[in-house]
């Protein structure tokens, strides 16, 4: 049995707070300490906890908080929950993300981006962790083309037994051309990685390369929580301190 | 309790209005959700299935602002209908039904959406009739798709020609709207809201066609995009909101 909630209380309390709050340091320089830092959070309903830790770490309060979520319903328990930051949603981010009228567009950039997809009840079918990376770039790109400079960066996903197709994920951020960037090779990873070790490399490798095609500098951070006793399943999450290079 | 104390000391009449207010709503919620606790946990299934149509139709400017609408309306029906509420559960079913009409035509009609979202309908006042859809709906009998369903459909199962199916369901929620003797919330011996049995199956059996109907419009007038969808998401619409039959026919057009 996966329990989503709790494992993601563990990465909260262990992995999401302490990270930023030795980067928002960078984001704060000491002048600005108090400065409360804007947060995108890709959150569910029943474990909203990232928004009341980072809330009471005072790096940021609710009024600074914009949360995405999949569901109508969902939606308006949050919004209950979280009142006053603002909650959006009711589809898929990664669907919606690369929409040219994508409906939080006018509140990039952002401080602090969280997109951890497991609070969406991911779908667990082949392709889904390849549209996740594409709405990562989707994201990184909206936040160079509104000036967003500083940054970090959470990505959290889930990962299974289904391969990782990398062929799919060059064709996508290729798709998606920078005046100057070659574009992701082809040739550095095999088609299919079957490999959890193998495909979390891949995924920072292709953050890295993601990052640097914007012209941002990254220094990522990791942590994986095992979600079955054989391991088949794990709760994946990246941080990462994303900076104009 | 605790909700009692944030409020301030209220004067007479709100007194009045506050604590029996609190007192039906209490009974009549807790009442409808032990009785029909199965029923209405089907019903908001029914509603979810707008979050895959809210997903799948994210390139439809229309589709953004009248979907959540859409929801709300069928998500405010239940919650009228568990308070003894039935007149307004049952108009809002008619709101939502609308609303998806709406969503249908504005979804090809980009400009006219745009001035029905500005409240200027000005080419409004050149129509014959007060809905662009004419006459006995006949803009949605016109459409390509509601055609060939409708030819796949046997007597009384059209949806709209010869005041098939949907117009018969929005000409029963209008009599709510328009305070229908039969549709009034009130009797002389039953004044406070309050659950009832009769009432609520009536609304349950309205809001299963309602939606029933949505989801085919929704399915017929947005093919390529069900077609899209996973395949579990397309199963998820057809067995939660369409009976057996009318599935078949959507079947045979997506080519399932």
């Not at chain 2, 011996?189 to 199956?201: C, L, M, N, R, V």
Request: with cysteine; proline share 3%.
């Amino acid at each position: 049995m996966i329990d989503i909630p709790q494992s993601k209380d563990k990465i909260v309390d262990q992995f999401w707070v302490p990270t930023t709050k030795k980067w928002s340091n960078v984001l704060r320089p000491k002048v600005k300490r108090n400065k409360k830092l804007k947060l995108l959070t890709l959150t569910s309903d029943a474990s909203f906890g990232e928004v009341t830790k980072f809330e009471e770490g005072e790096i940021t309060r609710r009024e600074c908080v914009v949360a995405w979520t999949y569901s109508h319903i969902k939606k308006l328990r949050l919004e209950t929950e979280i009142s006053p930051a603002k909650v959006i949603g009711t589809a898929r981010y990664e669907t919606c993300a690369s929409n040219p009228t994508f409906v939080i567009k006018e509140h990039f950039p952002f401080d602090m981006i969280n997109l951890d997809f497991t609070s969406q009840d991911p779908i667990l079918e082949i392709g889904r962790v390849e549209e996740e990376i594409k709405s990562l770039e989707d994201t990184i790109k909206l936040q160079s083309d509104t000036g967003g400079d500083t940054f970090i960066l959470m990505y959290t996903t889930l990962l299974n037994s289904n391969d990782l197709d990398y062929n799919s994920i060059v064709k996508k951020s290729n798709n998606i051309p920078v005046l100057g960037w070659s574009g992701l090779s082809s040739n550095e990873f095999p088609t299919e990685i079957v490999e959890q070790v193998e495909k979390m490399r891949c995924i920072e490798a292709i953050l890295s390369k993601i990052c640097s095609k914007y012209k941002y500098a990254s220094e990522i951070e990791k942590q994986v929580i095992p979600l079955s006793e054989d391991k088949r399943y794990m709760m994946y999450s990246l941080v990462a301190l994303v900076q104009r290079g | 309790m605790v909700e009692r104390n944030k409020l301030p000391s209220l004067p007479t009449n709100l007194t009045i209005m506050h604590e029996s207010q609190e007192k039906w709503r209490k009974k009549a919620w807790e009442k409808t959700l032990t009785k029909h606790k199965d029923e209405l946990e089907e019903m908001i299934e029914k509603i979810r299935l707008f979050d895959i149509w809210s997903n799948s139709l994210q390139n439809i400017e229309a589709a953004k602002k009248l979907i959540p609408e859409i929801f709300m309306d069928g998500y405010i029906s239940i919650h009228f209908s568990c308070y003894g509420l039935y007149k307004y559960a049952n108009s809002c079913l008619r709101s939502q039904l609308e609303t998806t009409l709406r969503l249908i035509y504005f979804s090809t009609h980009p400009i006219e959406f745009d001035w029905w979202g500005s409240g200027n309908e000005w080419y409004r006042n050149g129509l014959r009739k007060r809905d662009v859809w004419g006459d006995g709906y006949q803009y949605f009998q016109e459409l390509t798709r509601v055609k060939e369903f409708e030819r796949k459909c046997g007597q009384g199962e059209n949806l709209f020609r010869d005041g098939g199916r949907v117009s018969r369901i929005y000409g029963k929620l209008s009599a709510y709207v328009h305070s229908g003797i039969f549709s009034f919330q009130t009797k002389s011996d039953e004044f406070s809201p309050q659950y009832k049995i009769a009432q609520f199956k009536l609304w349950l059996s309205n809001f299963n066609e309602v939606q029933e109907y949505i989801h085919i419009l929704l399915t017929l007038s947005f093919l390529d995009e069900f077609k899209n969808m996973r395949m579990r998401e397309k199963e998820t619409i057809l067995q939660a909101a369409i009976r057996t039959d009318y599935q078949a026919k959507l079947k045979e057009m997506f080519g399932a």
